[in-house]
């Protein structure tokens, strides 16, 4: 299974990104459904640190700083998931990655700046 992020860029504060990440490779579609996703950044002050989870059936978990902002989602059909994030701080600069299972997807660089 692979996984890619994408949808990362430059953008002022208090704008919006919405990451996409696919999964792709044998078997994806029920290693899809059956698996929850995470998402995870690095930053340039923290370790890598946990952003957000959505399950299939969707449920979902922020971090706090990710609570209010940031919302995780599914498209199950697509075998995609989606990371919505607005009102964006300088803060969340950083590269983003999509997780399932022990599979991490190659990170999109967010930078939030002015």
């Known amino acids: 299974v692979q996984l890619q992020a994408s949808g990362g860029g430059l953008v002022q504060p208090g704008g919006s990104l919405r990451l996409s990440c696919t999964a792709t490779?044998?078997?994806?579609?029920?290693?899809?459904?059956?698996?929850?996703m995470d998402w995870y950044r690095q930053t340039p002050r923290r370790q890598r640190e946990f952003v957000a989870f959505a399950t299939s059936s969707g449920t979902t978990d922020y971090a706090e700083f990710a609570k209010g902002r940031f919302t995780a989602s599914r498209d199950n059909a697509k075998n995609m998931g989606y990371l919505q994030m607005n009102n964006l701080k300088p803060e969340d600069t950083g590269v983003y990655y999509c997780t399932m299972r022990q599979y991490w997807g190659q990170g999109a660089q967010v930078t939030v700046s002015s």
């Open positions: 490779g044998t078997a994806s579609g029920s290693f899809f459904s059956n698996s929850g």
